[in-house]
Each structure stands twice: as C-alpha cells, then as structure tokens.
C-alpha cells in the first residue's frame, strides 16, 4: 500500500466515529446458434485468462515485492512437470514468494483462516530450513482444515435444507471423513449406494435426498410415490454424479443426443446419446425415494431410501426434461458399456465403476488443484472432454484441454497409489515450487503464461473466509448458531448462516445459496460499498467489546508505533513499511483512539486483505 492510498483513508472525514455511530429421441428443431444461447449456463467458458488478468491488476496494488531469494528448487514432480514446460517454452517464472506471504496463502488456501500474529511471528523467527513443509503438516492436522474443507464439500454437493435435519448430519459425517482422511474414493461410493429408513439417521444418504424432485405438494397415501418424480430424481442423480465425482457434464445428453448440438463445444459428448444416459441412469432405477408424512402432512426433508422399484422407466413423464420416447434400460456406464457384475447392487455397482475408472482420480486431482492453484489443469474442473486429452491423439481443428497432460496423469496416480488421500494430495501441491512463486512477475507479463502457471494466481475470499478473516484480524468474532450451539465462524456451520446486516454481506461477496452450483466470488460496485460502510466491518474495529483496538491500546498506553505494528501483523499478515508507519503514526497521533480505529478499518478494505495472493 502507497502512503498516499493509506492517507486517503485516514483522512477521510468521520468514517468511524469514536463511539461507533455510523434415442428415439424428437428431432430438434433449433439451430446450433440458438442452441449454444440456451445451453449457455450449462457450458461454461474457460476462465484461465480471467484469472491471469485479474492476477496481474491485483499484483499492481500490492506493496512492495517481497520474496525469497535463491534458485527455484523443483522439489516434487510437481516441480518437474510445471518447469520442463515453462522451459521448452521460453518462459521465465516468477520468483519465490517470502515466507509471511506463503504462511498467508497456506493458511487460508488450507484453513480459511488468516494466520494469527504470534503464528506468524514465530514462523517468520525461526531459521529451520523445513519449516514450510512443517507449516503445511501442522495446519493439515487442524481443526480448521477440516471446518473449511467440510463446507468446501457442503457447497459442491449443495447441501441445504432439502436434506431437513440431515443436514446436519451430512456435515458432521463430512468433518469426521477429513478428520481420518478417509479415501475420498470410499466417501463416494457410500454416497452413490446408500440406503436408507430414514436420511435423517444415515448420513450418506443426504446427497441422494437432496436431489429429489418434488411431484406433487400433497400425498395421497401413505405410500405415495408421487409425492417424488422417481425418474427425475434418477435422472439428476445421474447428472451430479457424473459432473462431481468424473468432471463430465450430463446434463445437454439427458435430454437429447449430443450429435447435432455439441460439436462447437464437447467433442466427447458427440459422440453420447440419449438412449446412452438412460443406461446409465438405470443404475438408479430400482431405487425407491419416499417422502415421510404424518397427519397428512409431508415431514420436510426426511426421505425413505431403498431399492425395490421396479426400474428405470424410459417412457416416463418427466416435469423437467423433455419427454422420454423409449429405450433400453439395462444399467450401462457411460465411460465403458461396463455392465453389473451377476448378483451385483446396481448402484453399488455404480459406486465401483465411477471410482475405479481413471477419470475419477484425474477429475478429483483437478478439482483439488483448482482450489489450491487458481484454475484447473482442465478448466472449468467439471466440463472435461475426455476427447481432448491425449495431445497425441486429438480430434481433427482442437487443441488439448488439459494445459498439463502428463502432469494430470501423475497426479491422479499418485492420488490413486495413495488411497485417494486429499491430504496427501493438498501436500504434495503445497510443497512444491510452483504453489509457492510469488503472485508478482517481474517484468511484462503475457497472457498466454498463465496456463504455464508461471506465477501464483490470486483468488478472491469467499464470503465466508472474508467474514472470518475480519473476525480474526479485528479478535470480533461472529455469532452464528448450529444446532444448540453459538459458533464465531462463518465456516464452522453447516450452511450458509447469519441475519441482518451479516446475512447481506455475506451474500453481495457471493455466499452460496447452495440451490445452484457454487460460484467464484464475483466483484460488484456493492462489495466496496459494503466494505466500508457495513457494520461487520465498522463495529468490529471499534475499541469496544474486548476488540483488538481496544486491547491494544491498553496493552501500549505509550507506544503508539506498537500498536501500528501489530494491527500490521494482525490484519496484513505482515509490518508496514516505513511509510506505512509514518502514516499511521500521524493519524494516531490526531486522535489516539479514532486513529487506532481508522487504521486498522483502512487496512481490512485493502486489496491484500480482500484477496489471497
């Protein structure tokens, strides 16, 4: 931060106050144009170049360069794929970030959270040559890491209140999953095949309920069918498991063949017809979803889950799709033809298949790799065409999707050799030299580097590490309430949580309603807005109510430049530079109190905070 930004905001008049004021399928009659305009939502573009760009603004607004010196080390094959390429390539890399940028992008990348300032004091004091690798150990084995990740998962699989008080109990058996690392391969297939008298008391069965499809608002007995579109409820099964668990999207082939329509933008989806997804469907067509009633009143989100129906009807009325005109509907997967083994579940067939095929390690890989470095390797995670993946082997006018063949394959075996462990996964990438290179290049920048992730990408906070990273840095924590229980963070509930003035921040910086699948946070003319007027920011730097202001200036009644630091440390994750300090001292010396509040509410709406980079 320049001094002239940092007094633009001290300066500025009053903004808080000391007291706080403030198949046989139809023929299609539309044209691959208006096709490609409907079928938009479900198809999204890539947003490499998105993330580059926004990368590169970002990095013109942070302070100073501040990174590691020596030679980059290629430290795991990570290393050794990411580099060879930028070298074929003529592409210089950034440098290594410094050690307190590092310890914030891990923190939050893995927890969340933004590091307290005794963690980052000792981590920058001490001298030992592994403590970076120690720092990655230390917050994998975290309570922390497993509140984050478990709402990462409550979002993918867009848990709410479809689930009833299940939902609650999808998220404990989630937390505990992470906990004990549990191959993430046996997570799915419990998803996949579980059954249940009720959602309400087996947690794996609250995927499956939360996708029902409501037929009617009222039973007409107790054991009305109806009262769930069965073969819908099949139908967006099938959907979600293809495009969380494989990154392949279904959802244009559930309603018509892919030949005609998907030329311009899947390849491999060509070549899939609908009477194709109706096989695969038909894993899920014995399965019954029944919803509980009493006194003639349906039991919201409590759902019987077994397998005695008689299958997949391929005639059936559908209230969301085009009509079904027929098919075969014996239990075929659509990767392979692979059908049951004699004696076999269907759905636990299912279960085995997804997970056993390579597409589901090399789709998990991707999908953990967005998270920790900006963008997929194919991108976005969950629009794969496996056509597209050999660049040896391509379709006639198309480049390979992946940026990073060889290296997506060696991720997904080594996920595979490890018993699809995440955390053996999430380590291997923070370990590596090319998860930590500085978000800053040093000279001009070229869009086409991005794919060679030749710097690390800068990602926005979610909605919710912003609120809790507010709540960290200010020592304000949030009142949220789980079950019987008031928790501080946004991410330890089990869904999106707050009222008020909470409820509405959280939802302009992009907090999923978890109906639709989850979005990066988008920026709006009302996040700025909010950041500076909203009291989730200006009651919190208050000297009141035990704040961190309030403590600080307490704990150093006459040392004004120990209070500047540690709002620094606590807020920046780093001391100000002398500027900075010259700044800070002014204002505080003005006004002891307001300039204290102001500073650290000027901090909290810079870019460095607002963003991981």
Request: proline share 6%; charged share 25%.
């Amino acid at each position: 931060m320049s001094r002239s930004a940092l007094f633009v905001y001290l300066a500025a008049p009053a903004l808080i106050a000391a007291d706080g004021k403030q198949s046989q399928a139809k023929p299609e009659s539309l044209s691959q144009e208006k096709f490609s305009e409907i079928h938009a939502p479900l198809l999204r573009p890539n947003r490499t170049q998105d993330a580059g760009q926004l990368t590169e603004r970002v990095a013109r607004s942070l302070p100073a360069p501040a990174t590691a010196p020596g030679a980059l080390a290629r430290r795991n094959y990570v290393d050794q794929h990411i580099f060879a390429k930028m070298e074929r390539d003529g592409v210089r890399p950034a440098p290594l970030t410094s050690d307190g940028e590092f310890l914030r992008r891990l923190s939050l990348d893995l927890t969340g959270r933004i590091p307290s300032s005794d963690t980052l004091r000792e981590f920058l004091a001490s001298t030992d040559p592994a403590k970076r690798d120690k720092a990655i150990d230390k917050l994998l084995e975290s309570e922390e890491f497993v509140e984050k990740w478990a709402y990462f998962f409550m979002d993918l699989f867009r848990a709410n209140g479809k689930m009833g008080r299940g939902q609650n109990l999808f998220h404990y058996w989630m937390k505990e999953n992470l906990r004990v690392d549990r191959p993430y391969d046996e997570t799915v297939r419990a998803i996949v095949a579980a059954s249940a008298k009720s959602n309400h008391v087996v947690a794996a069965s609250n995927l499956i309920a939360r996708e029902h499809v409501q037929g009617k608002p009222q039973p007409d007995d107790g054991t009305d069918l109806g009262m769930v579109q069965q073969t819908d409820t099949h139908d967006e099964l099938a959907v979600i498991y293809a495009q969380r668990f494989l990154g392949v999207n279904l959802s244009c082939v559930s309603c018509h063949d892919g030949k005609g329509h998907l030329e311009k933008v899947n390849v491999h989806l060509t070549g899939i017809t609908r009477r194709q997804f109706y096989q695969n469907a038909s894993f899920l067509g014995r399965s019954r979803y029944l919803m509980y009633w009493e006194n003639g009143k349906p039991q919201s989100g409590e759902f019987l889950i077994d397998d005695h129906s008689a299958g997949y009807d391929t005639k059936g009325k559908s209230m969301i799709r085009v009509p079904r005109f027929g098919g075969p509907n014996n239990p075929a997967f659509f990767l392979t033809g692979e059908q049951p083994r004699p004696g076999e579940e269907p759905r636990e067939a299912l279960g085995r298949m997804i997970t056993a095929h390579p597409q589901f390690a090399r789709a998990s890989a991707n999908l953990f790799w967005a998270r920790l470095m900006g963008v997929g390797i194919v991108d976005p995670y969950d629009e794969f065409d496996l056509a597209r993946q050999d660049p040896r082997n391509l379709p006639k006018g198309w480049d390979a999707q992946p940026s990073h063949p060889e290296l997506l394959d060696a991720l997904a075996t080594d996920f595979r050799r490890n018993g699809h462990s995440v955390k053996h996964l999430f380590r291997t990438i923070a370990r590596s030299t090319a998860y930590q290179l500085s978000s800053r290049y040093e000279g001009e920048w070229n869009e086409s580097r991005t794919r060679h992730f030749a710097r690390k990408l800068v990602r926005q906070l979610s909605a919710e590490e912003l609120h809790d990273a507010i709540a960290t840095a200010t020592s304000r924590p949030g009142e949220f309430k789980m079950g019987g229980e008031k928790m501080p963070m946004a991410m330890q509930v089990s869904g999106p949580a707050g009222s008020g003035d909470v409820k509405s921040f959280l939802s302009a910086f992009g907090q999923s309603n978890r109906s639709n699948p989850p979005k990066d946070p988008n920026g709006s003319p009302l996040q700025p807005l909010l950041m500076m007027q909203s009291p989730v920011v200006n009651d919190k730097v208050l000297a009141k109510k035990d704040s961190r202001v309030e403590r600080l200036l307490a704990s150093y009644p006459n040392d004004n430049a120990q209070v500047v630091d540690e709002l620094f440390l606590a807020t920046l994750s780093r001391l100000p530079s002398a500027e900075e300090k010259k700044v800070s001292l002014g204002s505080m010396a003005a006004d002891r109190v307001r300039g204290a509040q102001n500073l650290q509410w000027a901090l909290i709406n810079q870019v460095e905070f607002i963003f991981n980079y």
